[in-house]
């Protein structure tokens, strides 16, 4: 089993940034690929980040591109996200997840977190 949990969500004004934390404990953290999604009130669970286990591969969605920054550091268990010029669509629950490979879609990742809130206002 995998267990993650996410912490550095909050309340940022719009063209702000933030940092996204996740930690992992359970079985070797390099095993697997992690991705970041969110869930905004009333919209469903999207992509919005994912990395390869070695590191060298990342992916983002198109609304994020060249805002957001997926990295992770295997020695800490730890996967971020780096969140810069944020606008009020980026508010939305967090969530990382850990998987076998990286897709887009959440059906692909088997560990979640709790998620963290990210709140945006302009």
């Known amino acids: 089993q995998v267990q993650l949990v996410e912490s550095g969500g909050g309340l940022v004004q719009a063209g702000g940034s933030l940092r996204l934390s996740c930690v992992a404990s359970?079985?070797?953290?390099?095993?697997?690929?992690m991705g970041w999604f969110r869930q905004g009130p009333g919209k469903e669970r999207e992509f919005v980040a994912a990395?390869?286990?070695?590191?060298?591969?990342?992916y983002y969605a198109d609304s994020v591109k060249g805002r957001f920054t997926i990295s992770r550091d295997n020695a800490k268990n730890m996967v971020y996200l780096q969140m810069t010029s944020l606008k009020p669509e980026d508010t939305a629950v967090y969530y990382c997840?850990?998987?076998?490979?990286?897709?887009?879609?959440?059906?692909?990742?088997?560990?979640w977190g709790q998620g963290t809130q990210v709140t945006v206002s302009s």
């Open positions: 359970g079985r070797t953290f390099s095993s697997y690929v």
């Open positions: 990395v390869s286990w070695r590191g060298n591969s990342t």
């Open positions: 997840a850990a998987g076998a490979i990286a897709t887009m879609t959440r059906f692909s990742y088997k560990y």
